[in-house]
């Protein structure tokens, strides 16, 4: 079987890491003279809330892009091949050693602090260590001490999802004279179901909220992991109608970039509360929906061509710190929200001076960066290898 490495996956994590990490910080921090601040600069003031607010929205798009590519395409390359799928024993140790050890350390270590028994009834264990929340719960953040964690579920359910669905689409494509282009119609189902979710959640929902659980579970996020299975399809199977638009990719990612940071501008207008939904949060949520997807394909997409040619995007990409931010940047996703809200919680921190919020921000995020790396070099590298480990004694055997 193929096997591809595609490096520029590492900065593209720390880039989808980062974006949540600013929404967050703005959320936690909250700046105490900023509506002063918005009065004496409005079009400054209105356009940094409207874009710090839709970050988050976005840096869990990319997320969901890259594992959908990055999960899916050994599927495809395997099938295109004429060989068998990737085995499924070391597909599901080496998702539950990426995700669930440093998870669980979190969960634990926050409950603690916290004093959060509740997380120890069969509910709590089933809602938070288990994932269940996402679909058990009615409240906003799921009754999960780390409210980042309402995506680890969806991830979770994709990671299931997406053997059953390389066998579906296996068998749908073994007889077609275009299996490529029969698998890109099916994912373009595959998005309209995520699409038509949202519109059922949206018209039957009396909670007045664009993060809810039925507005974020898999079905509604179907559409923008589509997204990246769809370019992993494009990738493996390399159709001669998608190679000129490929190397232009490679040439033009600095357009590309640019044109992505346009259409989060229009969508950060578009779903702000001064903007032409105003406080229409059924509207919000389908704007939402539809414009991440296209600005998360198109961050991704210069990470997937495979050229040496450069552009700054790629460039960016390549640079050792960022690449290094994205090795531990399941660490910084899991305990930005804790350091942030017990940073804010030391006197003097609390809703401070708008000037100050760059020193707060960078503060947390150097000690988030310090439990990441020693999440991720003495906790997550070793299970994993672990994991591959075990697989390969498995082999010989």
């Not at 085995?87 to 916290?114: G, N, Q, S």
């Not at 898999?218 to 589509?226: H, I, K, R, T």
């Not at 779903?271 to 198109?298: C, F, H, Q, Y």
Request: hydrophobic share 55%; proline share 5%; glycine share 8%.
């Amino acid at each position: 079987m193929e096997r591809r490495r595609f490096p520029l996956f590492d900065g593209l994590r720390a880039l989808a890491a980062t974006l949540v990490f600013v929404f967050h910080s703005w959320a936690f921090v909250n700046a105490g003279d900023f509506a002063a601040f918005v009065e004496s600069h409005s079009v400054l003031g209105s356009a940094w809330a409207n874009g710090a607010d839709r970050l988050g929205v976005l840096g869990v798009a990319l997320f969901y892009v890259i594992s959908a590519f990055l999960l899916y395409r050994p599927f495809v390359a395997a099938r295109l091949a004429g060989h068998d799928g990737p085995d499924l024993r070391r597909y599901a140790l080496r998702r539950a050693a990426r995700i669930v050890p440093a998870y669980w350390l979190a969960l634990t270590v926050v409950c603690l602090i916290e004093g959060r028994s509740d997380v120890l009834s069969l509910r709590g264990i089933f809602q938070t260590y288990l994932f269940g929340g996402i679909y058990d719960g009615h409240a906003l953040w799921f009754n999960n001490p780390l409210p980042a964690a309402w995506t680890i579920a969806v991830e979770v359910t994709f990671y299931i999802f997406l053997p059953f669905w390389a066998a579906l689409v296996g068998a749908a494509c073994a007889r077609s004279r275009d299996p490529v282009r029969r698998e890109l119609s099916m994912l373009v189902g595959l998005a309209a179901v995520g699409f038509g979710w949202k519109l059922v959640v949206i018209a039957t929902s009396s909670t007045e909220n664009t993060i809810q659980p039925l507005t974020v579970a898999l079905p509604a996020s179907l559409d923008v992991f589509a997204a990246g299975m769809g370019m992993a399809v494009l990738s493996a199977a390399k159709p001669e109608w998608a190679r000129r638009p490929a190397d232009l990719l490679a040439r033009r990612s600095g357009a590309l970039w640019l044109g992505a940071l346009l259409v989060y501008g229009a969508m950060c207008w578009l779903a702000a509360a001064t903007g032409p939904t105003g406080e229409d949060w059924r509207s919000k949520v389908m704007i939402l929906g539809v414009m991440k997807v296209i600005v998360a394909t198109a961050l991704v997409l210069p990470a997937v061509v495979r050229s040496d040619e450069g552009g700054a995007p790629r460039r960016f990409l390549r640079f050792r710190p960022v690449v290094w931010v994205g090795l531990v940047s399941y660490g910084l996703y899991l305990w930005q929200v804790p350091v942030l809200k017990r940073i804010v919680e030391i006197d003097g921190f609390s809703k401070p001076p708008i000037a100050e919020f760059p020193f707060i921000s960078l503060l947390a995020l150097a000690i988030t960066l310090v439990i990441a790396a020693a999440s991720w070099y003495l906790l997550e590298r070793r299970v994993l290898a672990w994991a591959n480990s075990r697989f390969r004694s498995r082999v010989r055997h």
